[in-house]
């Protein structure tokens, strides 16, 4: 009987050990996965990526983003947009490109003017970035510019006739001028250097072999700030729009800077009528039908708009008509007014357009919108007391009586006591 016991334990350990040979031998058969590697996994997810491209944006009454993806939404909602937007890749983007003027030496604060850019946008969207300057950038400016910003980096360098005086400048006349300006110490009144960047703004940097290649452009300067999450692409936007200029901050003008240049702009207007718009935006621009000029202008630090619109014949004619008139030396035009005298004139008021939703600041004033449900939207950390729109040297109250638009609620409160 022990016997008898002890083979069919042996016959059952036999079975067993057959059967575990039988699997080991045709699973050796089977295909192995091989484990990916860190770089592998990179690599793959490299091929899929693609640049995130938001929907155009609409705003409400109050200034807020109508999307849902800008604002929040739900789950669901934020998935079936990201889904949209991953569809859309990067073929949605904008022939469009940030620009900077700069020197060497302007290194550090423009750095800081980039992280504020790419971290509040363009690590969403990766545009381009061209930077100008009258010398050679050196290597330094190269090397910290390019890693910090996640588009192409471009360096253009200005050619001389572009920023040196005209041959139709009488430059002794003109430095009696710097001389006189110094004296009344009007700010860079008596700066060469100023006055040839003021030109170039105005009527130059738009012609530039770079810059020939896009179609929008966003200027930054060193030492800005971005308050908010932007949250859609404003190139796309101005375009979806038919929107041709667009700004932030707007005051008045140093009255002692611009003496003569009404004059030239009504000269001007005399002599191309074709040119000026009929639903135009002279009423920013004037109190009194165009005969006089309240020195309005959109401060032009911050801007976007189109570059083929600054490269048309329109715009040609009217900078061409002002530079001969010799107020860039003679006096220090700034490129703030021409370009708002020229986008008011030439452009309908439809095709200017205000980013509220943008907070912004340059030094010394802040943008920063005034409805509380935008400043949420957005993540702004500006304190709405710095605001500038509402304040008394500001033109933005003007803006919006012209367009009809209501002002957002609570910029009462942000008025001087006095106004």
Not at 101 to 112: E, M, P, T
Not at 122 to 144: A, C, H, M
Not at 292 to 305: D, L, P
């Amino acid at each position: 009987m022990a016997a008898s016991t002890r083979m069919f334990r042996y016959v059952l350990f036999a079975f067993f050990g057959l059967t575990l040979l039988y699997f080991i031998s045709t699973s050796s058969s089977l295909p192995k996965k091989k484990l990916s590697s860190a770089a592998d996994l990179l690599r793959d997810q490299k091929s899929k990526w693609r640049p995130q491209q938001q929907p155009s944006a609409d705003f409400d009454a109050d200034g807020g983003l109508k999307s849902s993806w800008a604002t929040g939404g739900t789950k669901d909602e934020q998935m079936k947009k990201a889904e949209k937007i991953e569809a859309e890749g990067a073929g949605a983007r904008m022939n469009a490109t940030f620009v900077t003027l700069a020197r060497n030496r302007d290194v550090w604060d423009i750095a800081r003017s980039i992280r504020q850019v790419e971290d509040r946008f363009n690590r969403n969207f990766n545009y381009d970035w061209v930077f100008l300057n009258d010398q050679p950038f050196d290597e330094t400016f190269k090397r910290v510019t390019t890693s910090l910003i996640s588009g192409k980096v471009r360096y253009g360098e200005i050619p001389n006739q572009h920023w040196s005086f005209p041959n139709f400048i009488d430059q002794d006349r003109a430095a009696e001028v710097r001389s006189e300006m110094k004296s009344k110490k009007i700010i860079y009144g008596d700066s060469i250097s100023y006055r040839h960047m003021c030109r170039y703004e105005s009527g130059f940097f738009y012609r530039h072999p770079i810059m020939l290649e896009y179609e929008w452009y966003w200027r930054v300067e060193p030492s800005v700030e971005l308050f908010c999450d932007i949250q859609y692409d404003p190139f796309k936007f101005m375009a979806d729009h038919n929107k041709k200029y667009s700004f932030v901050l707007s005051l008045y003008e140093y009255v002692d800077t611009i003496k003569t240049l009404w004059d030239s702009v009504k000269k001007f207007v005399k002599e191309h009528p074709e040119h000026i718009s009929e639903d135009n935006s002279m009423a920013f621009l004037s109190d009194d039908g165009g005969e006089t000029y309240n020195r309005c202008h959109f401060w032009s630090n911050f801007e976007i708009g189109s570059l083929d619109w600054l490269r048309s014949q329109a715009y040609s004619d009217f900078f061409d008509s002002l530079d001969h008139d010799g107020g860039f030396f003679y006096e220090r035009w700034g490129d703030a007014p021409v370009h708002s005298i020229a986008a008011s004139l030439l452009l309908r008021k439809d095709e200017i357009h205000f980013f509220d939703d943008i907070g912004y600041y340059h030094v010394p004033f802040t943008h920063c919108p005034t409805s509380e449900k935008v400043r949420t939207a957005n993540k702004c950390h500006c304190n709405p007391k710095d605001n500038f729109d509402w304040k008394g040297y500001s033109c933005t109250s003007r803006y919006f009586d012209m367009m009809k638009m209501e002002k957002p609620q609570g910029y009462g409160r942000q008025k001087d006591k006095n106004h």
